[in-house]
Each structure stands twice: as structure tokens, then as C-alpha cells.
């Protein structure tokens, strides 16, 4: 049988989308190739977020044409994911060597149309259209891959946005909210933790806004919904999403739960009190702010002002002081005055985040954004860039060394990507601890004691490691 490689770009919910390919093609006999230079199908799941990544996937598959297709004629090669949606057809115009395109409504049709190619029944294949209930099909996951058992796992719940923040391609490349049924994810869930997973983290482009579309249609709370009177009232005491996370926490063998990405307009109340009520739900949470500044959030189309956010802040660590809040941010949105940049300033002071992921705002194309007077001149951007990222460092210095002498809780997922020598385990409020371990330790729930900090990183001794 064929072996497949696939280089995934972006966010998490592309990872697991490329995860997902890749368990549905080894179920129907494929192999995992260890790099694209000795696979027989490589696929590049591409991210439209910035136009940075767009140009990078198609870099690449530029390269793959001149080099491995040259040398190995019969290698397919396919885009898959939101650069693939927003661009289609267009693609194999612009490079003839590309065989398959396939929407972010297709990844379920992969081994389908890969077979249609091999057998030469096809030569080239574009699917880019909607399709009814596929939110449901990225289901399947590679637990052993390099032979080690993963300690966590990704679970899609929902796919899409109707947010329409205006610098997003989001809502383009990926559609309307659709949501799975609650039974339809604690199956996938347990089935996981059957399989040894501990953690697991629930996905979703807006994880707040899970359940809210479509209810009447597609979406049921449970396989049996109770009358409709008596759903509405439950629905008004709690967001489907906290059902959905108070039915995960059930799974006996779960030992963790997160989630990501919510958004601040749907944090309610009852997602702030599920920190407290359910103990698997870990204290970390990653809420996208975007920006300080009231003026350019509306302009953002974001539905929140710096007020609300930061009242779920204060209410987050009401319930969990321990909390670990991590965030991202757009710098240089078309309009974003210095003031405005200062607002984002003080409000990463006043929060006091974990982490920021800091992004340069990218003009996409067919997003009003794109189209607003007052653009920010690159050298502001990468200036604004360059400061925000140190107050940050200089922030999470400080939070990370607030560990040292401590003890703390991890989850160990195994040995550490960037130095195979050293064990990696994962706090409960989201930071990597490293620690001289080794496979035994590999899944178990443990303390250490962190002596020293690196970046965005904790050290822990393995001298006082307790095993549950
Ligand atoms: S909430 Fe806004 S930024 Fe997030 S996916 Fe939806 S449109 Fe994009």
C-alpha cells in the first residue's frame, strides 16, 4: 500500500484535521512516510490566516514539484484545508503538478479520491463544496504515532464561525457554526480514553458559541432531548457548551479536560462557574482579546469591550486564583492609533497574561478589514510587534518564576521535542515542565518541585518526583 506525508500549517484545528486524514488513510492500509522525500501522496494542509502562510504553502508546493514529483513522476500531490477552500480550482492552474484540492468540508474524502487517482480513474480532483453534516466525520485519531502511546488527544466539536470579525477568513474558508451532538463527542471521548488517552482537549474556531446554531435541526442535547419547554429551560440556566463539558467530565479515566478557542462575547457566567464545580476542567484558559482598545474592537467587529473581558478575568480567578490566561493579539489593525496600541499595553499589564500569542495584522483579501482607510505602515506594525512581545516576555517572566521552590502537578506526555533527553509534562494551568524522566513516567499524573524557569518553560527535579 501507498505511504502518505502531510505538512500541516496553522492552527490546532488544522493539526487535528491532518491527524484525522492521516488515522482515516492508515484504517484503509496507507502508511505514515517518515518525510515527503520518500512518500507516495503528499498533502499540504494550509492555513489562510495570513497571507505569510498562503505564500509559504505554496512555496513549498513549488518545491515538491521541482524536486520529488520530478524524481518520482507518479507521487500525487494535493492542498487540503482553508487555503484549498478559499482558492480551489484556481490552485491547479497556477501549479499544474497539484492533483488534489480538497475543501475544509472533505477531509472525510481523502482515501476515496486518493483510490479515483491511483487507479487513473481521475487526474486531477477539486472538492471544495458543502457538505451536510460533515462537521461529524473528523473523528478518527493516530494514538501510536512513532509507536508511543499519546497521553492527550484533540476533539473537534464544532466547525465553523458566524462571528465575522472583519480582519477573518474564518467564516469563509470554514463556513456557518456546526455543531456535534453531546452523545456524538462523549462516544469519540470515551473511546479515547479507552484507548489510554488522560487529556483531552475539546476544539473549535468559537468553542462558546458550541450548540447555539442549528439546534432545532441537527443539534441534540442528548439521544434522548427532553420536551421542548423544558430544553429551553435548561438552555437558558446553561450554554450547550458547559453541558457538553459537564458530560465529558463523566468519562471515568479522564483525568483532564480543556478546551480552545473560546470567544469573550459568549463567556457566561456558567462556563466561569464550571472551573469551579468540575475538577477535570484544568485552570488554564486561552481567550483571544485581540486588542485593548474599545475604539478598535468595534472596529474588529469583536462584540466585547475591554470592560467585559476584563470582568471575566476577574471572575476566572475569583473561582481559580491559580489560573493561567493566556491570549491573543493583532497588532497594526487598520485605524489602531498609538493610544489605541497603549490600551493594549495596559490592558497586558493589568491582566498580567501567562503568555500572548502576538500576531502582525495581515490583509486578507475579501474581508472588510482589508478595505478599511488608515492602514498601519509595515515598520509600525513590526515596531508595535516588537515592543508588545517584550512587555509579554517580561510579564510571563515574571509569572513563570513565581513556580520556583513550588510544587506543582503534571501530566507526563513523554519525552521533550526540542531534547529527547528530558521528559516534557504539562501543568494545570498549561506550562511545560521538563524533568530527567523517562517511559515508565510517560501518562502518569505526578508532583515535581520546579527549581528554575527557562523561556516559557519550567524546570522540575526529578529528585523529589512522587509517582501517584
Ligand atoms: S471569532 Fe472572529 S477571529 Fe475567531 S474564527 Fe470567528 S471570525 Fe475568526
Excluded at 291 to 301: A, C, I, P, Q, Y
Amino acid at each position: 500500500m501507498p505511504s502518505v506525508f502531510i505538512k500541516t500549517y496553522g492552527c490546532q484545528m488544522n493539526e487535528r484535521d491532518s491527524e484525522a486524514v492521516a488515522a482515516q488513510l492508515v484504517a484503509k492500509g496507507y502508511t505514515l512516510a517518515p518525510s515527503e522525500r520518500v512518500a507516495d501522496v503528499v498533502l499540504l494542509n494550509t492555513c489562510s490566516v495570513r497571507d505569510a502562510a498562503e505564500q509559504k504553502a505554496i512555496g513549498k508546493m513549488q518545491n515538491l514539484a521541482a524536486d520529488v514529483r520530478k524524481n518520482r513522476p507518479e507521487v500525487i500531490l494535493g492542498f487540503m484545508g482553508c487555503m484549498a477552500q478559499s482558492r480551489g480550482q484556481s490552485l491547479i492552474d497556477k501549479l499544474p503538478d497539484v492533483d488534489l484540492v480538497l475543501g475544509t468540508q472533505k477531509f472525510h474524502r481523502a482515501a476515496e479520491y486518493l483510490d479515483e487517482l491511483f487507479a487513473g480513474r481521475r487526474d486531477k480532483i477539486v472538492d471544495v463544496t458543502e457538505e451536510e453534516a460533515s462537521e461529524a466525520k473528523i473523528r478518527e485519531h493516530v494514538l501510536n504515532g512513532g509507536g508511543a502511546q499519546a497521553v492527550t488527544a484533540f476533539v473537534s466539536i464544532m466547525q465553523g464561525c458566524n462571528q465575522y470579525c472583519t480582519f477573518c477568513i474564518v467564516p469563509y474558508t470554514r463556513g456557518e457554526e456546526r455543531s456535534r451532538t453531546i452523545p456524538d463527542i462523549v462516544a469519540e471521548c470515551r473511546e479515547l480514553v479507552a484507548r489510554g488517552v488522560r487529556e483531552i482537549t475539546l476544539l473549535g474556531q468559537i468553542v462558546t458559541s458550541y450548540g447555539k446554531r442549528g439546534w432545532s435541526s441537527s443539534f441534540s442535547l442528548s439521544e434522548n432531548p427532553p420536551p421542548p419547554d423544558t430544553l429551553k429551560r435548561e438552555l437558558q440556566r446553561k450554554s450547550p457548551f458547559v453541558q457538553l463539558l459537564e458530560a465529558v467530565h463523566e468519562i471515568d479515566g479522564l483525568e483532564r479536560i480543556r478546551f480552545t478557542s473560546p470567544h469573550p462575547k459568549g463567556y457566561g457566567d456558567d462556563l466561569v462557574e464550571a472551573y469551579a464545580a468540575l475538577p477535570k476542567l484544568v485552570e488554564s484558559a486561552h481567550i483571544p482579546v485581540q486588542s485593548g482598545s474599545d475604539r478598535v474592537l468595534k472596529l474588529m467587529h469583536r462584540g466585547y469591550t475591554r470592560e467585559r473581558f476584563l470582568g471575566i478575568i476577574q471572575k476566572l480567578r475569583r473561582v481559580q486564583p491559580g489560573m493561567g490566561i493566556t491570549t491573543d493579539i493583532i497588532v497594526g489593525f487598520p485605524g489602531e492609533t498609538e493610544a489605541d496600541f497603549d490600551e493594549t499595553l495596559s490592558l497586558a499589564r493589568e491582566v498580567g497574561f501567562d503568555n500572548a500569542y502576538i500576531f502582525k495584522y495581515s490583509q486578507r483579501k475579501d474581508t472588510p478589514a482589508a478595505a478599511m482607510p488608515d492602514q498601519v505602515p509595515q515598520e509600525v506594525i513590526e515596531a508595535r510587534h516588537a515592543r508588545l512581545l517584550l512587555l509579554i516576555n517580561e510579564i510571563a517572566g515574571h509569572k513563570y518564576e513565581q513556580h520556583i521552590g513550588g510544587r506543582t502537578q503534571i501530566l507526563v506526555e513523554g519525552p521533550s521535542r526540542t531534547n529527547a533527553a528530558r521528559f516534557m509534562g504539562r501543568t494545570r494551568s498549561n506550562k511545560i515542565v521538563l524533568f530527567d524522566g523517562s517511559e515508565r513516567h510517560r501518562g502518569q499524573l505526578m508532583d515535581v518541585q520546579v527549581t528554575r524557569t527557562g523561556s516559557f518553560t519550567l524546570y522540575g527535579d526529578p529528585a523529589i518526583v512522587n509517582l501517584d
